[in-house]
């Protein structure tokens, strides 16, 4: 597999687990092993209510799955974990939610499911080395366009650009989207570009994704990836893609902050828009609205062209946030349990049918071949992507921002920039601000 991911390389992160949370019991109420999930994404909550059932019809062990609400994982986790019937299985968000819960994971090291991650695939470790979180799941996002609109485009007299071959960069990407947007008519769209979904809460694409690319960078410049000052480098190039979507949008730029995630995807799907920034999970969100005229081979990924280093040899983002542990506080007999679950879901015969045909997961483990992912469209360019071995990928980076209270930050001042009510240069100062506030204090 090509290399996606920066190795963390013994994450070195001090233990800043809240000191109210109080040291836990085991996954359940009933005598013998139980297992409980606290699981991060509500829209999963039904496959692995279904999935735990079937384990605990075939092995007799408790599953439990409890969901967080959307937005909530964190409190729900910090409420959870002080029960007497705490998780014994939880999800990180990459270094930044390790610092947080670093002392509620266990030791993995010898977990044969670590060991069995691709060799350029890297866990979350500790100070001393030892395995501490598992990534489970691998995903790429970029530009996402109808294949059907952009055919259309090329088919009108004097294109700007000819054909898709030709945009590698963003000089050519914004004489396309520009062109477009200006024959938006003809195309019969509202926009090249669906909305720049800023309500807050909604922001997540621009406030990380977006910006992954330019800090990616940045930290190549450092050296570091643990940077406690950074001065939002590229943001130049940041700014030359975020303007490019608010000036060729379905909407004027000052109604983005009243825009959802579920707006542009509509937008998209019901043909509004020719291109939406989104990751291979938006195949469901978009096959799924009631009018998707989107065809399943007619959508495709393109990299988020701006303006950054080497972009014409570089691809899609490819990588990994999300992380596994086990409850350190959790007893023995529960963690061996969990890991018998993991074991069972990663690596049987029905347990694989459910990480690919309904979880949708591109598992980073070496059991899984190139043809063991999901059957939908840009999950398939995902692993295109990884297997490319003419463009790299880029790894997310973003999981080293300091905080989601950062993100959210940053995603408000994009918002006041997107209203006329704050000069990007205001926005580049509190990035850098804020930043060394939050990296300071840590």
């Known amino acids: 597999m090509k290399k996606f991911t920066r190795a963390f390389a013994s994450t070195a992160v001090a233990a800043l687990a809240a000191s109210a949370l109080v040291a836990c019991g085991g996954g359940g109420d009933t005598e013998g092993p139980n297992v409980y999930f606290l699981n991060f994404k509500p829209e999963q909550d039904a496959t692995y209510q279904a999935i735990a059932e079937e384990y605990t019809a075939e092995t007799g062990v408790p599953v439990k799955v409890v969901t967080a ?3 909530n994982y964190e409190q729900t986790l910090r409420t959870e974990v002080g029960k007497s019937d705490a998780p014994t299985l939880f999800q990180m968000n990459g270094p930044t939610g390790f610092k947080t819960w670093k002392d509620y994971t266990a030791d993995l090291s010898d977990f044969s499911l670590a060991q069995e991650l691709n060799e350029d695939v890297t866990p979350l470790t500790a100070e001393d080395g030892t395995v501490r979180g598992i990534p489970f799941a691998v995903e790429g996002f970029g530009i996402i366009y109808n294949e059907e609109i952009t055919d259309k485009y090329f088919a009108l007299p004097n294109p700007a650009v000819a054909s898709m071959d030709e945009v590698k960069n963003f000089e050519s990407l ?35 994704h977006l910006a992954n690319g330019p800090m990616h960078f940045e930290f190549e410049d450092l050296g570091t990836t643990d940077a406690e000052d950074v001065t939002f480098k590229y943001n130049k190039e940041y700014k030359n893609l975020f303007d490019l979507y608010l000036n060729n949008s379905t909407v004027a730029p000052t109604l983005a902050p009243s825009k959802a995630v579920s707006d542009s995807m509509a937008e998209f799907a019901l043909g509004q828009a020719a291109f939406v920034q989104n990751g291979n999970w938006a195949w469901s969100q978009i096959a799924d609205v009631n009018g998707n005229v989107v065809k399943e081979d007619k959508i495709k990924f393109l990299p988020m062209y701006m303006g950054l280093p080497d972009e014409e040899k570089t691809g899609i983002n490819v990588g990994t946030e999300n992380y596994l542990a086990i409850n350190a506080k959790a007893p023995e007999e529960d963690q061996q349990a969990t890991k018998d679950f993991l074991n069972w879901l990663f690596t049987s015969e029905a347990g694989k049918k459910h990480v690919i045909e309904d979880l949708g997961f591109i598992a980073p483990f070496k059991n899984y071949t190139e043809t063991d992912v999901p059957a939908d469209p840009l999950a398939r360019q995902v692993q295109e992507a990884i297997s490319n071995t003419e463009l790299t990928t880029l790894p997310w980076d973003f999981q080293f921002f300091p905080s989601q209270q950062f993100k959210d930050d940053f995603g408000g001042n994009l918002a006041q920039y997107a209203s006329g009510n704050m000069e990007w240069a205001d926005v580049v100062a509190k990035f850098s601000e804020d930043w060394k506030a939050e990296k300071g204090s840590n």
């Open 69 to 71: 609400a959307s937005g």
């Open 174 to 208: 914004k004489k396309l989207a520009e062109d477009m947007q200006a024959k938006k008519d003809e195309l019969g769209i509202d926009g090249t570009f669906a909305s720049t979904s800023l309500t807050s809460g909604e922001d997540w694409r621009w406030q990380t």
